[in-house]
């Protein structure tokens, strides 16, 4: 919301420092253009730069090689020994003759409610296929041929 002010902040700015200026700076430049050429000054020497000392190249002692002890053999591991599990006994599900189907209520047919029609969609007008003109001058010209 707050970007909605800030074209309208624009304009007196740039109406202020349009007033401030006068042409007094623009003539100063171009006088700039009118002094003659300023004298080079005299490069200043600079003593050279120190050279570092070259060192010997540092030998390094040869590494130990190490030794890593050897992987034993697959073959020779223990396999490992899978505990046995009993097999639970589940008890047997009793058989009930004896047991009667229950009678379920009839339930009453539904009757399904009659959808009231719906309205015919309108038409839309038609123009005629011949459209009778109202002067016969605006009438298109009879086409004639020539033999």
Same mark, same amino acid.
């Given at each position: 919301?707050? #970007?909605?002010?800030? *074209?309208?902040?624009?304009? !007196?700015?740039?109406?202020?420092?349009?007033?401030?200026?006068?042409? $007094?700076?623009?003539?100063?430049?171009? #006088?700039?253009?009118?002094?003659?050429?300023?004298?080079?000054?005299?490069?200043?020497?600079? !003593?050279? /730069?120190?050279?570092?000392?070259?060192? %010997?190249?540092?030998?390094?002692? %040869?590494?130990?090689?190490?030794?890593?002890?050897?992987? @034993? =053999?697959?073959?020779? &591991? /223990? $396999?490992?020994?899978?505990?046995?599990? #009993? $097999? %639970?006994? &589940? @008890?047997?599900?009793? =058989?009930? %003759? =004896?047991?009667?189907?229950?009678?379920?209520?009839?339930?009453?047919?539904?009757?399904?409610?009659?959808? *009231?029609?719906?309205?015919?969609?309108?038409?839309?007008?038609?123009?005629? $296929?011949?459209? !009778? &003109?109202?002067? *016969?001058? /605006?009438?298109?010209? /009879?086409?004639?041929?020539?033999?």
């Amino acid at each position: 919301m707050v #970007h909605h002010h800030e *074209p309208s902040i624009l304009l !007196p700015l740039l109406l202020i420092t349009l007033s401030l200026m006068n042409g $007094k700076e623009v003539l100063a430049s171009r #006088h700039l253009l009118q002094i003659p050429a300023i004298p080079e000054l005299p490069k200043v020497e600079l !003593p050279p /730069l120190p050279t570092l000392p070259t060192f %010997p190249k540092p030998e390094l002692p %040869p590494l130990p090689k190490a030794e890593l002890p050897s992987l @034993p =053999d697959i073959r020779s &591991l /223990l $396999k490992p020994e899978l505990p046995t599990f #009993h $097999k %639970p006994e &589940l @008890p047997t599900v009793p =058989d009930n %003759p =004896d047991l009667e189907e229950p009678e379920l209520p009839e339930s009453p047919e539904l009757e399904v409610p009659k959808l *009231p029609e719906l309205p015919s969609l309108p038409t839309f007008p038609t123009f005629p $296929k011949e459209i !009778p &003109l109202p002067f *016969p001058s /605006l009438s298109p010209p /009879l086409s004639t041929t020539t033999p």
